[in-house]
């Protein structure tokens, strides 16, 4: 014999239409929380750009910097070689005036 099958339609309760009531109140609940909650995001994601945008001008600040200090260190090492070039040819000088006779003073 084959299987049978039984379809019974569930009667309504006294309890359903609280249940709806209440299901109804949840659903009201939770969208007002979902509203809440896209408003919060909306507001992290501005805050968020803002954050960004600070960030890229730090790094475009940051480049600027580390270019000038570039700069600085080059001028820096030019400077100390023309002086160290200057103080090696005062002391070649000097070395030569003590090596040179001494003339007599008239």
């Known amino acids: 014999m084959a299987p049978s099958i039984s379809v019974g339609a569930a009667a309504p309760s006294r309890a359903a239409g609280a249940s709806t009531k209440k ?3 949840e659903v009201e609940l939770l969208r007002r929380r979902n509203a809440e909650l896209e408003r919060e995001v909306a507001a992290l994601r501005l805050e968020l750009g803002a954050a ?3 960030a890229e001008t730090a ?3 940051e ?3 580390c270019v000038q200090l570039g700069d600085a260190e080059v ?3 030019e400077l100390a070689r023309a ?10 000088e000097l070395a030569a ?3 040179a006779p001494a003339r007599p003073a008239r």
């Open 23 to 25: 299901s109804a109140d």
């Open 75 to 77: 001028e820096a090492l």
């Open 59 to 61: 790094e475009e600040a």
């Open 52 to 54: 960004r945008r600070r």
């Open 97 to 99: 005036a003590r090596a």
């Open 63 to 65: 480049e600027r910097l």
């Open 83 to 92: 002086y160290q070039a200057h103080v090696h040819e005062l002391a070649r």
